[in-house]
């Protein structure tokens, strides 16, 4: 299988990551959406990161999809979810806020670096500073109880998707999001990026 996207975004990292973290082989193609217009479309015609090539050709899209298709290809070691109904759930809205906050950081870097100054609206600004601030602020609760992890001994996917965009936030948007205002968020990402798939998928070259 093959991965294209630059692992500065949060979507093509939780995938990389979480592939290296099962032990999925893939070969990584570092694409941008952007520089490498041209060669990704080639892959993938509407250049959209991440991209998957699975092993029969068939091109794959949206960090979600391509996660929900390695969980049934390889349902004994990528499912990475809780089995339990509402442990499940509680997972499912860690999920949710986590890529709602990687949509968010986005959108905000897009209106400050694509944007000219004359035409940025501050309204929408100011909502989206909200938004990432609210879900930063469930974030950070729901990370109260570690154990060591969100959901036991090992990391599962609301571990890897909250760490890595929690990362990708204090990255692009460090004025927003301090440590000192997120002690569990900052705690959780700490260790994750001391595991070995972590480090083997730096967000930056």
């Not at 490498?36 to 068939?58: R, Y």
């Not at 499940?88 to 809205?93: I, K, N, V």
């Not at 905000?108 to 600004?125: D, F, G, M, Q, S």
Request: proline share 9%; with cysteine; charged share 20%.
């Amino acid at each position: 299988m093959r991965l294209i996207g630059l692992l500065d975004s949060p979507f093509v990292r939780r995938v990389a990551i979480t592939m290296r973290m099962v032990g999925i082989p893939f070969e990584h193609r570092p694409l941008s959406v952007f520089r490498d217009a041209e060669a990704f479309q080639a892959v993938n015609p509407v250049i959209k990161a991440p991209t998957l090539v699975t092993d029969a050709g068939l091109v794959l899209m949206e960090s979600g999809v391509i996660l929900e298709h390695l969980a049934w290809l390889y349902p004994d070691r990528a499912r990475l979810m809780p089995v339990a109904p509402d442990e499940h759930a509680r997972a499912s809205r860690i999920l949710g806020l986590a890529l709602a906050a990687a949509e968010k950081t986005v959108q905000h870097v897009y209106e400050y670096r694509l944007r000219p100054e004359a035409k940025r609206h501050a309204p929408t600004i100011e909502r989206i500073e909200g938004q990432i601030a609210a879900a930063y602020a469930a974030l950070e609760a729901a990370a109260s109880a570690q154990q060591p992890w969100l959901f036991g001994p090992q990391p599962l996917q609301p571990d890897i998707t909250a760490c890595v965009v929690w990362r990708f936030t204090r990255t692009a948007l460090s004025e927003l999001v301090t440590d000192d205002a997120h002690p569990n968020l900052s705690a959780l990402s700490s260790r994750a990026e001391a595991l070995a798939a972590f480090q083997a998928c730096p967000p930056l070259p």
